[in-house]
């Protein structure tokens, strides 16, 4: 198995913290984790597709995991973005971009200002268009997380009742991926200004997305979950209008956060397009 090598990588006025695996002299490939998420979300996929030659990078987004926070609380897509365009920028060569809910989004939005730099981007369940309704849950389960929990139980109880994941006999695996207070409170290791509500899916956000969309003229392909409550027939019709080079696969049986437990089945999907897009010459 590809063992990973702890790195840092200037954004855009911060510095990201990222595991990087494969060969160095690879097709870059970085994945960018939902909101709330860390790049432990990716690392099943990042390894497998380095063990194909990719020199593959599972970042955490600014304000999350071992990221930087924003001094100035900017956490809105557009600085997210913005980390996108300076990763892209950092090399020298044609990047693929992977990005799972705002991952997604950033990678989109990111990839659209940087034309001819790219060789793909594949999205897990994100389109310009999506349902308010659905985003309701994500905002429920960090309104839930405010206030933290007393042990990883109830963290993992919070991610059952609202993201619709099933939950794990065993929590103890949440402690990575939590701090604790001087009280000994668990907290999601994320700034808390992440999550606050004029962050998640602001109308501005709809417009920037649909303007990506109708932008980006790189190989775009959307995997779009069976079950998902955000990108609905909709979202996908949409996308596709603006987007007229874009890809639509479906992953079966699953919803909207499904690459934190599926990412080794959606590798193998990626190294398809990868092959195709971005493939290894000697």
Known sequence: MTIGRQIRIRGDGLELAADAFGPENGPPVLFFHGGGQSRRSWQGAARKIA???????????RGHGDSDWASD??????AFARDVEALIDHFDRPVSVIGASRGGQAALVGASRRPGRLSLVMLADVAPLLRDAGVDDIRGFFQASVNGFIDTDAAAT???EHLGQKKAQNTSGLAKVMRKDADGRLYWNWDPLTVSPEFLNPPSEG?????AAARIKD?????????SNIVTH?????????TPQLEVIEAKGVGHMF????NDAFAETLLQYLARYAPITE
């Open 51 to 61: 063990d194909a030659g990719y020199h593959a990078f599972s970042l955490d987004l």
């Open 158 to 160: 919070a991610l059952a």
């Open 207 to 211: 417009v920037a997305l649909e303007e």
């Open 219 to 227: 190989p775009v392909v959307l995997v779009r979950a069976e079950l």
């Open 73 to 78: 609380g900017d956490y809105l897509l557009d």
């Open 234 to 242: 909709e979202s996908v019709t949409l996308f596709r209008q603006l």
């Open 259 to 262: 690459t934190g437990d599926r």
